[in-house]
């Protein structure tokens, strides 16, 4: 797998530094761990919401998909970790972290930003195709922001990682809306009634903007209170 090569090599690079991987959040283990979750959480509940209206727009509903096997749950969810932390490793991490260091946080959170949206151009497949590259930018930019700055505040690649991995797997496993085909739910009609201008604006647009929003709110409101509580339940252990 891609992450533990690449944490090799952030640790390396850190080394020759006479630094550690605790630069990157590999430390205060149970802190890390409700980063993780509690990311996991947010993310999971807008990604799932964003299909929940869609299906109800359609006037379509979810089901179980009667082909779903073991080996089908292992790879996706191999895919998808290792998606996911190639991205963020890759773009958050050591890089990041160097940015920030010699740029200041918040142009280096811009960078990551736009180097963010324009990798996607890429791995979507869509360069030369000028509207879903706007789209496509715009959605991910402000994403690749919000992973950045969880980073930034967190110090940790673990609020990133719980952000993004949720967001990935309701999408592309739980909804099979990805490169992977049918996975755990499929759509009960298979020509679902098109979405209106202003529904697929909903869902493709204001749903994960709010998303994005409750993410700052949530780490600049919430997650300072819930460090400050962790710091003291470990201070009298």
Avoid at 16 to 25: N, Y
Avoid at 69 to 93: C, G, K
Avoid at 117 to 141: E, R
Avoid at 194 to 218: D, M
């Amino acid at each position: 797998m891609i992450g533990p090569l690449l944490i090799g090599i952030s640790w390396i690079l850190l080394r020759l530094q006479k630094r550690t991987l605790s630069e990157l959040g590999f430390n205060k283990p149970r802190l890390r761990l409700i980063e993780f979750f509690a990311g996991f959480a947010l993310a999971g509940a807008f990604a799932a919401s964003q299909y929940l209206f869609i299906a109800y727009f359609s006037d379509f509903s979810w089901r179980l998909n009667p082909q779903l096997d073991a080996h089908t749950v292992i790879e996706s969810l191999r895919w998808n970790i290792n998606s996911v932390l190639f991205e963020e490793l890759l773009f958050r991490a050591y890089l990041l972290y160097k940015a920030i260091e010699f740029l200041g946080l918040k142009k280096a959170c811009l960078l990551s930003s736009v180097s963010f949206g324009i990798y996607h151009w890429f791995s979507y497949d869509i360069f030369g195709s000028w509207i879903p590259m706007i789209y496509v930018f715009i959605l991910t930019a402000s994403i690749g922001l919000m992973l950045a700055c969880a980073f930034a505040l967190t110090k940790s690649i673990f609020l990133p990682i719980g952000l993004h991995l949720a967001w990935n797997v309701v999408i592309i496993f739980v909804f099979s809306n990805g490169p992977l085909g049918d996975q755990l739910f499929i759509a009960s009609s298979a020509e679902p009634s098109k979405l209106s201008t202003f529904e697929q604006i909903f869902t493709s647009l204001i749903i994960p903007f709010i998303y994005i929003g409750f993410a700052f709110w949530f780490m600049t409101k919430i997650l300072p209170k819930l460090t400050a509580l962790e710091s003291n339940s470990v201070s009298k252990t």
